[in-house]
C-alpha cells in the first residue's frame, strides 16, 4: 500500500513561543467540536525532585500531581468548571504517571474559552482552607477507589510487577500522604513543572493555525510565567522479574476475576519505545485477541463466558501486557495461558496469526482518527514520551513477524508473570 494510505490525519503544526511554550496544532477541516488540551510533564511518579544545579532534594506526598490538578479549577473569579460552562463548554482534567492534562471541549467562544484554560494553568490561588477542604474530598475518591475491582485489580497489579519503579504509585496517592500536601507543597510543584518549556498546548478542530499561535502568544504573556530553572527528576532502577507473583483479594465481585501481568525487561527498550510498543500490540492481539486459538478454546471449553481483556503499557522505564478475565476455574484459565505463551516463546507466532492482527489493529487505529478526543489526549502521551502519534500507523505496518517473536522469546520468559485473583465475598458468593 502506498505510504499516503497510513497518513490518516494531518501532520500537527508546531511552533515554540518565546516562552519556550510549545503550540501544537491538528487542523480538522468540517469538524465542529474544538478541543484545547493544556498539558505539563508531571504526573504522579515523581515523588522527588530537585531544581539544576541544587543538592537540596524536594519531596512531594504521593498524590500531589493529582491534588493540584484538582485545585487549580477553584480560582479567585470562581470554579472553572462553572466558567467554562457559562461559555457553553465541557472541561475536564486528568493526572497520569507522567502528565497532567487540562481541557476543554467547545462548539463556539473557541478564544474566550483558550482564555480560560491558560488563566487556569498558569494563575494557582491555594490557601489553607481550600487545601484542607480539598483534602475531605480526595480521601472521599480514594475510598471510592478502594470498592472499585476494576480499579483495585489494575492498582495492585501494578504493585506486584513492579518493586521500584513509581508506576506502582495511586495518582490520588493514599489518605496519609495526602494529609502532608500543603499550599507551600503545591505551589513548590507547580513552580517547578508547571512552566511554559515543560508544557504543550494542543489544539485539535476546524480552526487557523495562524490565529492559535497568535492568540496564545498574547495570552502566554498575559499570564505571565517564566521558563524555569530546570527540574532534574531522579530515574528509578527496576530489576527484569516482577516483584510478587501471587496475590488475593476479596472484593464485592459475582465471580473470580483473574488479573495476569507480564513484565518486559526496562534494560531491552531504553531508547525509542513506539515500535516496541506496537509489536506488543501485534503481539498480544495475535495471543489473546477474539479470533486466536487461545480466546476460542478458552470459549468453547466454558473456562471464559467472554472475550479476554487485554491491553499493553509502554513508555520510557516500563512496559507490560495485562490481561483480564472472569471465571470460576482459576487454575486452569491460568494453566492454559501459560501454555500457550510458553508455545509462542518457544515456537513464535505463526504468520497467519500475524497477518491478521495487524490488519485488525491498522484497521482499529485508522477508525480512532476520526475522533478529535483521541487524538487530543494520545498525541500529547506520544509527543511527551518522545514519539509521534501520527507515525503510529507507518511504524505499525513496517513492524514484521521477527519483531514479534523477538520480543515474545524475552517477554514470555520465566519470572516475567503475577498473577492476582479477586475472589467474591462470602457475602457476595452466598447470593
Same mark, same amino acid.
Given at each position: 500500500?502506498?505510504?499516503?494510505?497510513?497518513?490518516?490525519?494531518?501532520?500537527?503544526?508546531?511552533?515554540?513561543?518565546?516562552?519556550? &511554550?510549545?503550540?501544537?496544532?491538528?487542523?480538522? *477541516?468540517?469538524?465542529?467540536?474544538?478541543?484545547?488540551?493544556?498539558?505539563?510533564?508531571?504526573?504522579?511518579?515523581?515523588?522527588?525532585?530537585?531544581?539544576?544545579?541544587?543538592?537540596?532534594?524536594?519531596?512531594?506526598?504521593?498524590?500531589?500531581?493529582?491534588?493540584?490538578?484538582?485545585?487549580?479549577? #477553584?480560582?479567585?473569579?470562581?470554579?472553572? #468548571?462553572?466558567?467554562?460552562?457559562?461559555?457553553?463548554?465541557?472541561?475536564?482534567?486528568?493526572t497520569s504517571n507522567d502528565i497532567t492534562g487540562y481541557l476543554f471541549c467547545s462548539d463556539g467562544n473557541f478564544y474566550e474559552c483558550l482564555e480560560l484554560l491558560f488563566e487556569l494553568v498558569y494563575r494557582p490561588v491555594f490557601s489553607? $482552607?481550600?487545601?484542607?477542604?480539598?483534602?475531605?474530598?480526595?480521601?472521599?475518591?480514594?475510598?471510592?477507589?478502594?470498592?472499585?475491582?476494576?480499579?483495585?485489580?489494575?492498582?495492585? &497489579?501494578?504493585?506486584?510487577?513492579?518493586?521500584?519503579?513509581?508506576?506502582?504509585?495511586?495518582?490520588?496517592?493514599?489518605? $496519609?500522604?495526602?494529609?502532608?500536601?500543603?499550599?507551600?507543597?503545591?505551589?513548590?510543584?507547580?513552580?517547578?513543572?508547571?512552566?511554559?518549556?515543560?508544557?504543550?498546548?494542543?489544539?485539535?478542530?476546524?480552526?487557523?493555525?495562524?490565529?492559535?499561535?497568535?492568540?496564545?502568544?498574547?495570552?502566554?504573556?498575559?499570564?505571565?510565567?517564566?521558563?524555569?530553572?530546570?527540574?532534574?527528576? #531522579?530515574?528509578?532502577?527496576?530489576?527484569?522479574?516482577?516483584?510478587?507473583?501471587?496475590?488475593?483479594?476479596?472484593?464485592?465481585?459475582?465471580?473470580?476475576?483473574?488479573?495476569?501481568?507480564?513484565?518486559?525487561?526496562?534494560?531491552?527498550?531504553?531508547?525509542?519505545?513506539?515500535?516496541?510498543? &506496537?509489536?506488543?500490540?501485534?503481539?498480544?492481539?495475535?495471543?489473546?485477541?477474539?479470533?486466536?486459538?487461545?480466546?476460542?478454546?478458552?470459549?468453547?471449553?466454558?473456562?471464559i463466558d467472554d472475550n479476554l481483556s487485554y491491553e499493553e503499557h509502554y513508555a520510557p522505564g516500563f512496559g507490560y501486557i495485562n490481561v483480564v478475565a472472569a471465571t470460576d476455574r482459576k487454575e486452569e484459565l491460568v494453566a492454559r495461558?501459560?501454555?500457550?505463551?510458553?508455545?509462542?516463546?518457544?515456537?513464535?507466532?505463526?504468520?497467519?496469526?500475524?497477518?491478521?492482527?495487524?490488519?485488525?489493529?491498522?484497521?482499529?487505529?485508522?477508525?480512532?482518527?476520526?475522533?478529535?478526543?483521541?487524538?487530543?489526549? #494520545?498525541?500529547?502521551?506520544?509527543?511527551?514520551?518522545?514519539?509521534?502519534?501520527?507515525?503510529?500507523?507507518?511504524?505499525?505496518? $513496517?513492524?514484521?513477524?521477527?519483531?514479534?517473536?523477538?520480543?515474545?522469546?524475552?517477554?514470555?520468559? *520465566?519470572?516475567?508473570?503475577?498473577?492476582?485473583?479477586?475472589?467474591?465475598?462470602?457475602?457476595?458468593?452466598?447470593?
Amino acid at each position: 500500500m502506498k505510504d499516503g494510505f497510513f497518513k490518516p490525519i494531518e501532520q500537527a503544526e508546531v511552533k515554540v513561543l518565546p516562552s519556550g &511554550l510549545e503550540v501544537a496544532v491538528i487542523r480538522k *477541516p468540517g469538524f465542529v467540536r474544538k478541543y484545547a488540551v493544556f498539558a505539563t510533564r508531571f504526573g504522579s511518579q515523581v515523588t522527588k525532585f530537585r531544581f539544576s544545579g541544587d543538592r537540596e532534594e524536594y519531596e512531594l506526598p504521593m498524590g500531589t500531581a493529582h491534588f493540584l490538578e484538582h485545585k487549580l479549577f #477553584e480560582q479567585e473569579k470562581g470554579n472553572m #468548571e462553572e466558567r467554562f460552562a457559562e461559555l457553553g463548554a465541557t472541561s475536564n482534567a486528568f493526572t497520569s504517571n507522567d502528565i497532567t492534562g487540562y481541557l476543554f471541549c467547545s462548539d463556539g467562544n473557541f478564544y474566550e474559552c483558550l482564555e480560560l484554560l491558560f488563566e487556569l494553568v498558569y494563575r494557582p490561588v491555594f490557601s489553607d $482552607e481550600g487545601v484542607e477542604s480539598e483534602k475531605s474530598i480526595i480521601k472521599q475518591e480514594i475510598s471510592m477507589t478502594r470498592d472499585d475491582p476494576d480499579w483495585m485489580g489494575y492498582r495492585t &497489579l501494578l504493585t506486584m510487577l513492579y518493586s521500584n519503579h513509581p508506576i506502582a504509585i495511586d495518582p490520588a496517592g493514599t489518605p $496519609e500522604s495526602v494529609d502532608e500536601i500543603s499550599p507551600e507543597v503545591l505551589y513548590a510543584a507547580h513552580d517547578a513543572f508547571y512552566s511554559p518549556d515543560n508544557m504543550t498546548l494542543l489544539v485539535v478542530g476546524d480552526v487557523d493555525s495562524g490565529d492559535v499561535f497568535s492568540v496564545s502568544g498574547m495570552l502566554d504573556s498575559k499570564f505571565g510565567m517564566k521558563p524555569s530553572e530546570g527540574v532534574e527528576v #531522579e530515574e528509578a532502577t527496576e530489576p527484569g522479574i516482577v516483584n510478587v507473583t501471587e496475590r488475593e483479594l476479596t472484593m464485592d465481585v459475582a465471580r473470580p476475576i483473574v488479573w495476569i501481568g507480564i513484565k518486559d525487561d526496562p534494560s531491552a527498550y531504553t531508547g525509542w519505545t513506539q515500535k516496541r510498543s &506496537l509489536a506488543a500490540s501485534v503481539l498480544i492481539e495475535a495471543v489473546f485477541g477474539s479470533s486466536s486459538e487461545l480466546n476460542d478454546s478458552l470459549y468453547t471449553d466454558g473456562v471464559i463466558d467472554d472475550n479476554l481483556s487485554y491491553e499493553e503499557h509502554y513508555a520510557p522505564g516500563f512496559g507490560y501486557i495485562n490481561v483480564v478475565a472472569a471465571t470460576d476455574r482459576k487454575e486452569e484459565l491460568v494453566a492454559r495461558i501459560t501454555a500457550s505463551l510458553l508455545k509462542v516463546c518457544k515456537s513464535g507466532v505463526d504468520s497467519e496469526s500475524f497477518e491478521l492482527a495487524k490488519r485488525r489493529l491498522t484497521g482499529a487505529l485508522l477508525r480512532s482518527f476520526d475522533s478529535e478526543e483521541f487524538i487530543a489526549y #494520545e498525541y500529547l502521551v506520544d509527543r511527551f514520551r518522545g514519539m509521534e502519534l501520527m507515525d503510529r500507523p507507518v511504524v505499525l505496518q $513496517e513492524i514484521c513477524l521477527d519483531d514479534v517473536n523477538s520480543l515474545a522469546r524475552s517477554i514470555f520468559e *520465566p519470572g516475567k508473570m503475577s498473577v492476582l485473583t479477586i475472589m467474591p465475598s462470602k457475602r457476595q458468593a452466598g447470593k
